[in-house]
Every structure is written in C-alpha cells, then in structure tokens.
C-alpha cells in the first residue's frame, strides 16, 4: 500500500472526529480495500467451504427425517448449494470490486435461500418451517460474518425478510397473520445483525486508521533514524564518509581474519594551496572545488572494493582492500592526474615556469603490517603525504615503513611537480 501525505493529513482527521462520523475518501477506501483483502477474503472463503460440507452433510441426515424426498434433497442440498458456494468461492480467489463481492455474496445467499426454500415448500408440514428457520438463520450470520459495504448488508438483509415472507405465505400450515408476525420476528433478528455489521466495520475502519498512524509515524521514525545516521556517518558537504566511518570500516578490516594487513594500504591525500583557494575566491569556491575533487577520488577507486573518506578539510583518505604497491601506486597517480584534468583554477597561486595555476593534490600512500595498529599506518600515509608536500606538491610518495622502525622518515628522490612514477615516489630506507 502506498502511503501518501493526504492519506496521512486524512488519517489524523478522521481520528480527530467521533468514531461513528468516520467517512472515508476515495482514496481512503482503496487502501482500506487493498489492506484488508487478505483476511476478508479468508474469512469469506472458509465461510463458503464450511457451508457448502454442512450442506452436503445434510443429505444422509435428510434420509432419516424425510426418506421421500432424498433425491430432491441430494440434487439441492448435495449438488445445487455446493455447486453456487463453489462459484462463489471462485470470485474471491483474487481483489474485486466492491460491487462484484457484494453482489456475488447476495446472489449466492439469496439462491441458497431460494433453494432451500422450494425444498421446503416440497417437504411441506413442519418440515417446511424448519427449513426456512434454519436458512434464515444461516442468512443472519452471513450477514456479521461477510465483510462487505453497507449498502449489501442492507440489500441481503431485506432480500432475505422479502424471501422468507414470500415462502410463508405459501405454506398452508399457518395463516397470513402468523406468517406475517412471523417475519417481522426473523426481520427484527436479522436487523440487529445488521446494525452489528455496520458497528464491526466502523470499528474495523477506525483499527485501519490507528494502524496507518502507526506506520505513519513508524516510517518517519525509520528516515528520521537514517538521517541521523547519515549525518553521524558521512560529511554533508561531500557525501563522502567521515572519519568516524573511516574507523568504523578500518576495525572491520582489522578484525577480518580473511583478509591480510600486507593487502590493506591506506592513501593520505591533501588539496594544494587549498587555503590561497579559500581566501582569494571565498568560502563557496573553496566549497564547490572540495566537492568536485571528492568526486573525482571516489571515481578514481574501485566501485565496491575501495572507500574514500573526508578525513578533515581538504584531506581525504582512501582504503584499499586486497591491493598490491603497484595497484596502490596506480590508484594514487590516476586520482592526481584526475584531479589535475578538472582544471579548476587557483587564483591563489602563481604560474611557475609557464604551467598553469591549476588546483592539485599530493597523496602519501602506506601498507598495512601485521603488528601495526591503524593508527601508527595513517601516520605513515600522513607522513608520506607531507613529503611529498615538502618534494613541490603534485606528486605520490609511497611509503614503505615498517612497525618496527615507527621512527623512520621518507627520503624523497629527486622530482618535478607532476613527475612520473619513476621519479615521485619516496621510500623509506
């Protein structure tokens, strides 16, 4: 069912209102249909199965209190009444309109009650006044038990009244008068199972309004949770992960024994000149460059193997699972060059040499060791990105520390800014 805010801004009205002046929309009613399907049609299936067995039950039963008339009884009570239940049980197997079921329900009943009423004309005497009593009985509770509109709860009650004083009349065992009473007495019967059907269904309806409510206010409980679990986990500039999903993500890694810590490496990238970006175009360009460097990185990795996260103003830190140095060192280059083709102008540096003044990145790449904590390998990648800071900027420097010699630092080799991997990458003796 789908839930829509006028179905929701209705809800609140209606239960706002007394339970008896509850009147529902269009709208309102298809949904109240299409939740309530599955058990009125149960409901009104078992009612069918159930009647037609009783049916049918009553041919051996009819043999010990009217033998004569047995065929007559098989044809109706064995053949006719399953027959018409099983047709009708037909039409419920799938939603219909409300026209469809309440009308299917009242041709059904109503031949019943025709066919059971010519058997009692035939077997005549007592027999007679038992047979109409007993479907008329069975008629009242078809009314309570059958989930319909009104207006066919109405159309069966007074066809069944009309029905049951049209086979009094003609039985020759009371006159008009007590067959007349006699009727009133069922009808009255018969009317107070209906004024309990209208009462069941406008409790029934008002259970379906606190019950959408429910999932009204369930639902946004759900996105309110999502979006604070969104705000907790990702940094609202960039849609990225933040830190503290970097170490939630990092202490799964960790705690993987299918994994191995030689295949995790961690990249440490930092945008250049950022600050001469922010103070010279302003805040929104500083803003706008972050978003489009973030998704250029997150293009850059491998979609379902490695996460990119904003690690703090203009650094980021990218996670590689199940990498080698030399896919590391490609990632890292393809995220440089990446972020050097978006051409975003820094208005805050000036051209060296006769190269443009566009924003750059310099990334520090390190790998995991078995008896290094998370923290001492982004310290590593943190160091490698500083050299290659200190080395002119624009470039990857690699690190190859261990846990033991936590001590170390990076010897850049020589390089020019933008250099190949043969001469940007730093390694630690």
């Not at 650094?315 to 699972?321: G, Q």
């Amino acid at each position: 069912m789908s839930i829509t805010p006028a179905l929701e801004a209705e809800t609140e009205r209606l239960l706002s209102q007394r339970t008896r002046d509850i009147r529902f929309s269009p709208e309102m009613i298809l949904a109240y249909r299409q939740k309530e399907w599955p058990q009125r049609s149960k409901i009104s299936r078992a009612w069918m199965i159930w009647v037609a067995l009783i049916s049918m039950a009553f041919v051996p039963i009819s043999y010990l209190l009217a033998p004569e008339f047995l065929v007559l009884t098989t044809l109706i009570s064995g053949l006719l009444v399953p027959a018409l239940h099983a047709c009708a049980y037909l039409v419920w197997r799938k939603p219909r309109s409300a026209t469809v079921e309440g009308l299917s329900l009242l041709l059904l009943m109503i031949s019943v009650m025709m066919a059971y009423g010519f058997l009692a004309a035939a077997a005549g005497g007592t027999d007679d006044e038992r047979f109409l009593t007993c479907i008329m009985y069975v008629n009242t509770i078809a009314i309570v038990v059958f989930n319909v509109d009104y207006v066919w709860t109405l159309a069966l009650m007074a066809c069944s009244a009309a029905t049951f004083f049209g086979f009094e009349i003609f039985n020759p065992a009371i006159d008009l008068k007590e067959a007349i009473g006699t009727t009133v007495f069922y009808a009255m019967g018969i009317y107070a199972a209906t004024v309990a059907r209208k009462t069941q269904s406008i409790l029934a309806r008002k259970a379906f309004l606190m019950s959408l409510r429910s999932e009204f206010r369930s639902d946004a409980l759900k996105s309110a949770n999502h979006q604070l679990e969104i705000l907790a986990t990702h940094d609202p500039l960039t849609g990225l992960g933040n830190r503290r999903s970097a170490t939630d993500l990092i202490e799964k890694l960790w705690r993987d024994p299918t994994i191995s810590k030689a295949s995790i490496a961690f990249i440490m990238a930092d945008i250049d000149w950022f600050k001469r970006l922010n103070d010279t175009a302003g805040h929104a360009a500083g803003d706008e460059c972050i978003r489009r460097v973030a998704m250029t990185i997150e293009d850059s990795v491998r979609l379902g193997e490695d996460a990119v996260f904003r690690y703090g103003g203009e650094e980021f830190l990218v996670v590689l699972a199940h990498a080698s140095p030399d896919l590391a060192w490609t990632i890292a280059e393809r995220i440089r060059c990446s972020v050097q083709a978006l051409a975003i102008v820094n208005p805050g540096t000036d051209p060296v040499d006769g190269s443009d003044n566009l924003v750059t990145i310099s990334l520090g790449v390190a790998f995991a060791q078995e008896a290094a904590a998370p923290e001492t390998v982004a310290k590593w990648a943190d160091d490698a990105l500083y050299d290659a800071k200190r080395g002119g900027r624009n470039i990857v420097f690699l690190s190859n520390a261990h846990a033991a010699d936590d001590s170390c630092h990076l010897q850049p080799l020589p390089h020019s800014p933008g250099s190949s991997a043969t001469n940007s990458i730093g390694v630690v003796a």
